[in-house]
């Protein structure tokens, strides 16, 4: 027993984990006698891992990372439609159906994608479209938001028959289209038409920019005018991606926007209140430190 509310965030590796300081930092600003801490835990222990905590009274819910979120909805008992039909969790926590000691499993980021959008999303649009850069399991919270916004999709990734499968999955209804990555890349000519009243996104779904990774390849040539450009990584914060938007005139946002939406979420339904989002501006800070 912990002696108070606790939750966790888990995976492997997880040392690098933005998580307990975003959730420390709400729990200091609310005063919530609470901790929210790393716990390690390496693919196929997720098991031994919910049978610890769901004995504890004090555990509030647990945060879901890589490579575990496939298997934490499977050990749940009751799974929220988002997170069955992204096929994932990155959030579960206790008392998810008629008992308390039954887990519920939701996936948080697919909301947290959206919320530095919801203002462009409240208007109305004769025409969306969103171009999304890699097919790995960003992209699945992500294709899953888009669609139930009404996007048309373009899904690039390296293999092209594997971003054709995930449309099918996931957004089977629209005419969405599967591309290799390398095709934005190279310039295009491609006369844009006026796109007043359209709402167009080009969103790095991909590690590629992260450091140690390879840079991601974009010719600005395909962006339409007015574009926004929505980067989820997260380290370095300011990629080289969004730097190249920049210069070309785009607007941009960058990977805290996801982090911080996703985890005020999960926030909520830890610890019974909203998380206290007025200090955003401060937590950037201490998230850039």
């Keep these: 027993m912990s002696g108070k509310p606790f939750a966790h965030v888990i995976g492997d590796p997880i040392a690098q984990s933005k998580s307990p300081l975003i959730h420390g930092f709400w729990l200091e600003k609310l005063g919530i006698d609470a901790l929210y801490t790393v716990q390690r835990v390496p693919e196929g222990g997720l098991g031994a891992y919910i049978d610890r905590v769901s004995q ?17 909805l499977e050990r749940a008992d009751v799974a929220h439609s988002t997170a069955r039909r992204i096929g994932a969790s990155n959030t579960l926590v206790p008392g998810g159906a008629s008992t308390s000691a039954q887990i519920g499993a939701f996936n948080t980021d697919a909301e947290g994608f959206l919320e530095p959008l919801r ?23 992500i294709i899953t938001a888009l669609c139930d916004k009404g996007f048309t999709l ?49 969103v790095n779904a991909s590690p590629l920019g992260m450091h140690g990774q390879p840079p991601l390849v974009f010719d600005w040539s395909h962006a339409p005018p007015g574009s926004i450009v929505y980067d989820i990584v997260t380290s370095p914060l300011d990629t080289g991606f969004l730097e190249s938007a920049r210069a070309a005139g785009f607007t941009t946002l960058d990977g805290l926007n996801m982090l911080i939406g996703q985890a005020a979420a999960a926030f909520e339904k830890f610890f019974g209140q909203p998380a206290p989002r007025e200090h955003d501006a401060e937590l950037r800070e201490r998230l850039r430190a």
């Design 56 to 72: 504890d009274p004090d555990w509030r819910g647990t945060n879901v990372t890589m490579p575990l979120k496939h298997e934490a």
């Design 119 to 141: 203002e462009e999303l409240s208007k109305k649009h004769y025409f969306r479209m969103a171009r999304i850069l890699g097919t790995g399991g960003a992209a699945r919270a």
């Design 154 to 202: 373009v899904l690039a990734g390296r293999n092209p028959d594997k971003a054709r499968a995930m449309l099918d999955e996931l957004a089977p209804e629209g005419d969405h289209h599967a591309i290799a990555l390398g095709h934005f890349a190279q310039p295009t000519n491609f006369d844009f038409d006026d796109r007043e009243g359209c709402l167009d996104l080009i």
